[in-house]
């Protein structure tokens, strides 16, 4: 694959010359050109070296979705710093946990998140924090980002490589603390390529963006796509009142509208008004992060007729887009073919390749394989053996080469699009007082892709748990979409002869039950 750049900062400054004047970010009723995100890149740069901060260093973004986002990733670049998107429903602990285990010495954060950013360790963990939003900053080495934006400092340009690290994106995996996966400028921009490709993304294109962009997702296809091809994101800072996102893609003309299952669903049960419906300019939606049902596809498909609406998989270790179904050719149930340069093979253990239509191990190899978890080389090699990347899905390829999910792996548990990874959320509940043993499974829900729900074993001597306690416990302890729905004791787990919960079991037992 050809690259036009080599990092973040040599796009911006391209698309800054060739469409100076062009709106490239919507923000409510402001319009930012791309001269304009430049010019703020550059200043929030000054103001990054003249506090210190140097090649290789650590930015994590603590943000809403924003133009300081897009800022921060750019001028980042510029001074050659690795940016650290968080997600903002994590809690105090677990935003520690990150900031700590990336070694991330700057935090730039909205001021809607300041009790859980005040509550962590991020304090005494950074040098210094940026406060992008409307409430007043206070408090030694804390800045606003309109005072940040007032430097006059100027920074030097590092030339970072395609091969340099660019990103550190945190995944869930299914067992043990989430682990970050190291991305390149190479698999962020190889990304946007096949993704260009794909799509076929012009300079014309606007596309909402209202996922949050910490999500690889977000990030790679709904923000670095457009701006890589000098199109338009209208960027939507919250997802509530859903009426704002409709009222945004009209007055908008939105062209390429980004979502996941539970938004795709919504949408083919809304009853939305017929001027929308004539008046919208979508042309595709993308959807990606977790499986769509069947009846959203027939549902999307017969009430948007002028609209794709094109189904993808990946992963973050993959930057995140590995497959997607294409305007010329789409197939129910499938994720679609590999994108532009990339391979995907379904191997068995032996990691021999198997015939179409047989269930294996998915794999992947190409530009937009991660370099690796941060900290964790053992890790890494269970996860990419000879540039193949191990993704932990299981599933087959027609003879189109067309691929099919059948299952996960392991137990990860996908919840509006965000992993949640059942052994965090066991090791929080067999803390609890009388808790003898847990196990948490995901199950389907129509709203959310799926929701996790706990199994408990409790020890000999209690009778009763106390479950209002139990959930108080949770909510200190675990971001809100990570609780169980549903808590169920029971007197034994089901075990295997090694002692192995068997959660395969538990779900059979759950198969025709509603979540609460």
């Known amino acids: 694959m050809d690259y036009r750049f080599n990092n973040f900062y040599e796009l911006i400054t391209y698309q800054a010359k ?24 550059d200043r929030f740069a000054g103001f990054l070296a003249a506090k210190g901060v140097k090649e290789g260093d650590r930015i994590a973004l603590f943000l809403r979705n924003s133009p300081e986002f897009i800022y921060t990733v750019f ?12 997600n903002t429903f994590l809690k105090e602990e677990e935003l520690s946990y990150i900031l700590e285990d990336s070694g991330s010495s700057v935090l730039v954060a909205s001021t809607i998140h300041d009790k859980v950013v005040n509550s962590s360790k991020a304090g005494s963990l950074c040098r210094f924090i940026v406060w992008e939003g409307d409430r007043a900053v206070e408090g030694e080495r804390n800045y606003s980002f309109e005072e940040a934006l007032r430097s006059e400092a100027e920074a030097a340009y590092v030339a970072r490589s395609l091969e340099d690290t660019a990103v550190i994106i945190y995944t869930s995996g299914t067992t043990g603390k989430p682990k970050g996966a190291m991305l390149s400028n190479k698999n962020i921009l190889s990304n946007a390529e096949s993704g260009r490709r794909t799509i076929d993304v012009k300079p014309k294109d606007r596309a909402i963006v209202f996922l949050p962009m910490f999500h690889s997702f977000t990030f790679s296809i709904g923000v670095m796509l457009p701006l890589y091809v000098g199109g338009s994101i209208v960027i939507i800072s919250s997802i509530k009142p859903f009426s704002n996102i409709f009222k945004q893609v009209l007055t908008k003309r939105v062209t390429l509208f980004f979502g996941i299952p539970d938004v795709y669903n919504a949408l083919a049960k809304a009853k939305l008004p017929w001027y929308f419906m004539w008046f919208n300019k979508i042309r595709a939606f993308i959807s990606g992060a977790a499986a769509l049902q069947q009846k959203t596809l027939d549902a999307m498909a017969k009430k948007f007729k002028r609209a794709t609406l094109l189904e993808g998989y990946g992963l973050s270790e993959a930057s995140p887009a590995v497959c997607m179904n294409t305007f010329e050719k789409q197939k129910a149930g499938s994720v679609g073919t590999a994108l532009y340069g990339y391979e995907m093979k379904i191997v068995d253990e032996d990691m021999n390749e198997v015939p179409r239509g047989e269930v294996g191990d998915i794999i992947v190899k190409g530009d937009n394989v991660m370099q690796g978890y941060l900290n964790r080389p053992e890790a890494t090699a269970e996860t990419i053996l000879n540039g193949w990347l191990l993704t932990g899905d299981m599933g087959y390829m027609d003879d189109e080469g067309f691929l099919f999910i059948v299952d996960r792996k392991k137990d990860l548990i996908i919840s509006k699009g965000i992993n949640i990874y059942p052994r965090e959320i066991e090791e929080v509940i067999d803390i609890y007082e009388g808790v003898s043993a847990s196990a948490v499974i995901g199950i389907v829900d129509e709203k959310s892709g799926e929701v996790p729900v706990a199994y408990i074993e409790l020890e000999e001597q209690i009778e009763i748990l106390d479950e209002a306690g139990l959930k108080k416990h949770m909510r200190e302890n675990l971001a809100n979409y990570k609780i169980p729905k549903k808590i169920h004791t029971i007197p034994e787990l089901p075990k295997n002869a090694t002692g192995k919960v068997l959660k395969r079991v538990l779900k059979e037992g759950l198969k025709n039950e509603e979540p609460a």
């Open 75 to 86: 001028a980042a670049s510029k001074v050659g710093a690795i940016i650290v998107p968080v």
């Open 18 to 41: 060739k469409h100076k004047n062009k709106v490239a970010l919507f923000v409510n009723n402001e319009k930012i050109t791309y001269g304009k995100i430049l010019e703020k890149a």
